[in-house]
Structures are given as C-alpha cells and as structure tokens.
T-cell receptor, first 113, second 110 residues
Framework: DQQVKQNSPSLSVQEGRISILNCDYTNSMFDYFLWYKKYPAEGPTFLISISSIKDKNEDGRFTVFLNKSAKHLSLHIVPSQPGDSAVYFCAASANEGAQKLVFGQGTRLTINP | DAGITQSPRHKVTETGTPVTLRCHQTENHRYMYWYRQDPGHGLRLIHYSYGVKDTDKGEVSDGYSVSRSKTEDFLLTLESATSSQTSVYFC?????????FGPGTRLTVL
C-alpha cells in the first residue's frame, strides 16, 4: 500500500518556465512533508519542507504548497534552470520531524533549453 | 555536507553469499537509516536505529539484519544474498528537520 504517491514518473519543462511536481498521500497522520532532489550516482539532497500547520513554504525559487483536505502537496520551481534536471522525491512523516520518512516513487524532471 | 560515508561504493556478489554494507557518520546523530532505491519504488526503509544497540524494522526488512555497536557506525547485512536484493542502498542520518543521505552503494547479486 503506497502511502505517498507521485503519479507522474517524468516531467519535461522548458528553461525559464515553471515546473510543478505533485505528490499525494493517504495517511492522515502525516504532519511533516519534505522534498528531496537526486542526481545520478549521488544521494538525495534535501530541498524544502513544510509542516502541516502551514499551507505554503518558500525558499528562493522553490515553493511547496500543502492542501491537507485533499492530501496533496506540490513543489513549484520558478524559473526552471537546466541544473534542476534531476529526480525529485516527496516524503512524509507522522512524528512532526524527519524520523521514519515514507517516500514517493519519484518524478524525473528534465529542463529543456 | 553532512559527514556520511558508505563502503563499499560498488559490489558484485553471487547468490547465497553474505554481504555487509557499512555506514559511518561523523555528526553524532542518534538516528540512522538504511534504504534501498529501486525503479518505480522510490526509497524504501529497510531498518533504522535510534541509538546504540537500538534498532527496528522498516517496510522491507526481510532478508536483512543490522547492527549498531557505536554511534558512528551502522551495518547492514544480507545473510544470504538473492538477486532480488540487487539495488542501490542508501544510508541516512536525521536531525530534527531533515535526513541527510550518504552517497549510496550499488550492489549487484548475480
């Protein structure tokens, strides 16, 4: 039973435009959500997080939106740059922090020049 | 970068042989994790540790065991490797707000 789902295996976006990556979850106990970025042959690196008490968190070009009623979160990247091409994972936890994360399957983002 | 190293980085082994992967941290974090990454599945938790000699199972623990005798080291053992355990294995440590990942170990079981 996949508790965290990223239904788009891949996404292609033109450089300079907005990239929107989506993530859905089923466990209503999740209260903390994270996005990770992964390049080939490297470990995932943390991008941005959001607590369930918020509906938006912004860090530079990256913004995460949380819709608790829909059990949906999204990551917006504006403007998209070639270096953003990577696999993006969303993750969730039920302990108000980063212990015992449950990850989605990942979305491969390709930024085209 | 968080001080996490994994060894070996690559390993090819044969079915039925024992394999041990090592994760070493220099951050003195209490929590450590082992994940495997497979196409279509994302990252799945194998085992985790919340202190020396304190470990617990994750989502896909069958066929794996772990040990943590020191804060800085977390070992993952495949007692008898199978082809289904061919994967990329990541170790992670967590602070309050995020997990930091090691560079990964690519394991191939023939």
């Amino acid at each position: 039973d996949q508790q965290v789902k990223q239904n788009s295996p891949s996404l292609s976006v033109q450089e300079g435009r907005i990239s929107i990556l989506n993530c859905d979850y089923t466990n209503s106990m999740f209260d903390y959500f994270l996005w990770y970025k992964k390049y080939p042959a490297e470990g995932p690196t943390f991008l941005i997080s959001i607590s369930s008490i918020k509906d938006k968190n912004e860090d530079g070009r990256f913004t995460v939106f949380l819709n608790k009623s829909a059990k949906h979160l999204s990551l917006h990247i504006v403007p998209s740059q070639p270096g953003d091409s990577a696999v993006y994972f969303c993750a969730a936890s039920a302990n108000e922090g980063a212990q015992k994360l449950v990850f989605g399957q990942g979305t491969r983002l390709t930024i085209n020049p | 970068d968080a001080g996490i190293t994994q060894s070996p980085r690559h390993k090819v082994t044969e079915t039925g042989t024992p394999v041990t992967l090592r994760c070493h941290q220099t951050e003195n974090h209490r929590y450590m994790y082992w994940y495997r990454q497979d196409p279509g599945h994302g990252l799945r938790l194998i085992h985790y540790s919340y202190g020396v000699k304190d470990t617990d199972k994750g989502e896909v623990s069958d066929g794996y065991s772990v040990s943590r005798s020191k804060t800085e080291d977390f070992l993952l053992t495949l007692e008898s490797a199978t082809s289904s355990q061919t994967s990329v294995y990541f170790c992670a440590i967590s602070g309050r707000d995020e997990q930091f990942f090691g560079p990964g170990t690519r394991l191939t079981v023939l």
